[in-house]
Nanobody, 114 residues
Framework: QVQPVESGGGLVQPGGSLRLSCVVS????????MGWYRQAPGKQRELVAH???????YYADRVKDRFTISKDNAKKTVYLQMNSLKPEDTAVYYC????????WGQGTQVTVSS
């Protein structure tokens, strides 16, 4: 049973930065397209960014030029560097593979507020 474990969230002021981590155990990782998702209160979960096995990346327009997704295959970890954070980035952030999703993890709460 594969379940991602997310960490790194917290409370940050607008304009601040956070780095999220997601560890995946028990599955092939290096060739898997991994995504970061977020769900704000009262809204549907949305894809924020993804990275392919070959390292190609995709970003939602709302986070482009502010967020950077990366991964470490040896550590089976995917990261999300978030800069210039805005209040509208407040959400629970999750990681999962893009297709044939595993069970969702607990996520990590990101709150952007002054």
């Amino acid at each position: 049973q594969v379940q991602p474990v997310e960490s790194g969230g917290g409370l940050v002021q607008p304009g601040g930065s956070l780095r999220l981590s997601c560890v995946v155990s028990g599955s092939v990782f290096s060739t898997t397209t991994m995504g970061w998702y977020r769900q704000a209160p009262g809204k549907q979960r949305e894809l924020v960014a993804h990275i392919t096995g070959g390292g190609s990346t995709y970003y939602a327009d709302r986070v482009k030029d502010r967020f950077t997704i990366s991964k470490d295959n040896a550590k089976k970890t995917v990261y999300l560097q978030m800069n210039s954070l805005k209040p509208e980035d407040t959400a629970v952030y999750y990681c999962n593979r893009l297709s044939f999703k595993w069970d969702w993890g607990q996520g990590t709460q990101v709150t952007v507020s002054s």
